[in-house]
Structure formats: structure tokens, C-alpha cells
């Protein structure tokens, strides 16, 4: 069984810049969803995904992030303009569904704003 | 909102030792996951608790869901130097039945 995919796995912009990140969870998973990690913090998450609706997006900052899974399985996360305290890595999990659930992680996309 | 705590922040134990770290809700959970990452890697499942007072093992690591189901604990014994990483709890709170909210981690070094 394939994992959950992310790309690129590293990428450095300079601030004010935009960059978009794509995610294809695990084949038959419903829930997607996009956290934040911060060096040396736990993951923040920023949206869930239950197929193509949105599930909790209260922690996503709205005013420079977007993110979207039109057909319900592969998803991208956009950030435009980028800041420099969004430097973070990125990662994107999948579960069979939503509530209570093993989450699986993809390997993170990391972003370096300078 | 809800809130989830992790002490210690760090632990380094020689290796052999025994390693317990603590995790706090700030409300009532449905469930509980603990999560390992390695440095450089992404996040692993290890296990879920869901009943009160639930105990679970897994070879050197013991698991626990206090009866109020708003603290959990892992303990790893006689610790190996495979066992170094950052271990995260998980909560998902009763109320917000969807959202899961990750604790801060442990970071636990092992010295050979």
C-alpha cells in the first residue's frame, strides 16, 4: 500500500512570495489534512478535509492560506504571501475517516521563508 | 479551546534506563493517540486508547488512559537507543468530536 504523498519536499521563497504544496492521501481515505509543524513544536493543524468538504479550518490563517480537494482525494495548500514565521515543515496525513482514527503522515514539505 | 500538555519537554536517560512521559487535556477526550517521530521524519501512530483507565503494551512500551480520561501517560522500559524521537499525544476532544489536538511532545535521548 502506497503512503500519503507530498511534493516538493523542500522549498526556499523569499518573503511576500506565494507557494503552493500538493498532498495525495492514501487511496479509500476520506480525511485529509494539513498541519504545521514548527521546529521543535507538535503539529498545528490548520485544515481537515472529510472528502472534498471541509471538516475544521478555525486554526488556518485565512488571510494568506488557502487549500482545497476538489474530487475528494488529492489536496494543495497555498500560501500567498508568505511570511517569515511561516517557515515550517508541512505535513500532510490521511485517515479512513474522520473521528478517532490512525492518522497517517506523509514525509512534510519543508519551507524556508528568507 | 482545548488545550494539550506534554511534560517533560526533554529526557535523557542512559540507556537501559526507564522513560515516562505525561500527557494533560485541558477537557474531557473520546480518545487519546500517541505518536513517535524521528529526528528528520514524520509522525508515526503507535496506539489509541479510548476506555477509562485503559492499559495497553507494546513489547517495552506501556501505555495508560487515567479514569477521568483526561490524562494519559507512555512508559518505555529499559530504553534503547532506537527509542530516541519526539513522542506526541493526541487528543480528540468529546465536544469537538472531529478535531484532534496534538501536544507540544517529548523529546527523549537516549545515551548509549
Known amino acids: 500500500e502506497a503512503g500519503v504523498a507530498q511534493s516538493p519536499r523542500y522549498k526556499i521563497i523569499e518573503k511576500r512570495q506565494s507557494v503552493a504544496f500538493w498532498c495525495n492521501p492514501i487511496?479509500?481515505?476520506?480525511?485529509l489534512y494539513w498541519y504545521q509543524q514548527i521546529l521543535g513544536q507538535g503539529p498545528k493543524l490548520l485544515i481537515q478535509f472529510q472528502n472534498n468538504g471541509v471538516v475544521d479550518d478555525s486554526q488556518l490563517p485565512k488571510d494568506r492560506f488557502s487549500a482545497e480537494r476538489l474530487k475528494g482525494v488529492d489536496s494543495t495548500l497555498k500560501i500567498q504571501p508568505a511570511k517569515l514565521e511561516d517557515s515550517a515543515v508541512y505535513l500532510c496525513a490521511s485517515s479512513v475517516r474522520t473521528g478517532g482514527y490512525e492518522q497517517y503522515f506523509g514525509p512534510g514539505t519543508r519551507l524556508t521563508v528568507t | 479551546g482545548q488545550q494539550v500538555m506534554q511534560i517533560p519537554q526533554y529526557q535523557h536517560v542512559q540507556e537501559g534506563e526507564d522513560f515516562t512521559t505525561y500527557c494533560n487535556s485541558s477537557t474531557t477526550l473520546s480518545n487519546i493517540q500517541w505518536y513517535k517521530q524521528r529526528p528528520g521524519g514524520h509522525p508515526v501512530f503507535l496506539i489509541q486508547l479510548v476506555k477509562s483507565g485503559e492499559v495497553k503494551k507494546q513489547k517495552r512500551l506501556t501505555f495508560q488512559f487515567g479514569e477521568a480520561k483526561k490524562n494519559s501517560s507512555l512508559h518505555i522500559t529499559a530504553t534503547q537507543t532506537t527509542d530516541v524521537g519526539t513522542y506526541f499525544c493526541a487528543g480528540q476532544s468529546k465536544t469537538s468530536y472531529d478535531k484532534v489536538i496534538f501536544g507540544p511532545g517529548t523529546s527523549l535521548s537516549v545515551i548509549p
Open positions: 487511496s479509500g481515505h476520506a480525511t
